[in-house]
């Protein structure tokens, strides 16, 4: 599932390739893509024929266009392969393609594209400039108006590993799978340590260790195992290239050599090194 990094790259594409435009028509092609808005597809087309997109904004892994006059904004979460692509008019349409934007302007178009169908979008109503399905979404370590200490004081109350608790999106939202494992292996801290066990110093190196590695994924266009994560140009990232515990199954640790291992973790993966993360006693 696109993290952060992932998602902020989409967001900066659609500020660059759609804000300001105006929408002509919009093809709902699969009725699952927009099944969070309520009232349904027909109501979704029609309420946004007409309507400019302004900002493009992100909050952790969460997405939306803001419309003119900011009350309220198309939401997009991208699930597991969902994709905002822009694309010339009259290009073959994708063969998982699910809803088509269309322009005042006749040019490029905006597509959502998922094959796996469980991304989607919807509108939805904006309070103090928040889409209200995710006013519940903590602030993302990349936001300037994140707040530290905070973070570090949520997470130490979490009374469950700190993995989990780096999960919980209404401790510090934008962060998963990929960037946990990446920072638990930079602060040398099994996925299976109590939170509420950390000092403030080291839950503060987690999650500046978070901080980091995310803002250099983010430069290198993020992490694309196969072609489900691209930008909106179907370009793919590369920061898989640099990691250094998740998904490297018996790659040798880059600080110590030792084999990296897979455990099984709420129905998914976690990569650690066993010399370099020593499980708690």
Avoid at 195 to 219: I, P, Q, S
Wanted: proline share 6%; charged share 25%; with cysteine.
């Amino acid at each position: 599932m696109p993290e952060l990094p992932e998602v902020e790259v989409v967001r900066a594409g659609l500020e660059r390739h759609v804000a300001g435009r105006t929408v002509a028509q919009v093809e709902v092609l699969h009725p699952r893509a927009v099944r969070r808005h309520v009232p349904g597809p027909v109501d979704f087309a029609s309420r946004l024929g007409g309507r400019r997109f302004d900002a493009a904004r992100r909050r952790g892994k969460y997405l939306w266009i803001e419309l003119d006059g900011a009350a309220d904004a198309v939401v997009a979460h991208l699930g597991m392969s969902g994709q905002m692509l822009v694309q010339p008019v009259g290009a073959p349409d994708e063969t998982h393609l699910r809803v088509r934007v269309r322009f005042a302007d006749d040019g490029p178009e905006l597509r959502f594209v998922d094959q796996r169908t469980f991304g989607g979008l919807a509108l939805t109503e904006l309070v103090a400039g928040l889409p209200v399905p995710i006013a519940h979404i903590g602030r993302d370590p990349l936001d300037p108006e994140f707040d530290l200490a905070a973070g570090v004081a949520a997470l130490r109350a979490r009374r469950t590993e700190v993995k989990r608790a780096l999960l919980d999106q209404t401790v510090v939202s934008g962060i998963g799978n990929i960037y946990a494992d990446e920072a638990l292996w930079r602060t040398r801290l099994h996925w299976s340590r109590p939170a509420n066990g950390l000092t403030k110093a080291k839950a503060t190196e987690l999650l500046e260790a978070a901080t980091a590695v995310m803002r250099e994924a983010l430069v290198a266009g993020g992490t694309s195992f196969d072609a489900l994560y691209v930008n909106v140009n179907g370009q793919s990232g590369y920061f898989d290239r640099s990691l250094a515990a998740y998904g490297q199954e018996n790659e040798p640790c880059p600080r110590c050599g030792s084999a990296i291992i897979r455990e099984a973790f709420m129905n998914r993966s976690s990569f650690s090194c066993p010399r370099c993360q020593r499980r708690p006693r």
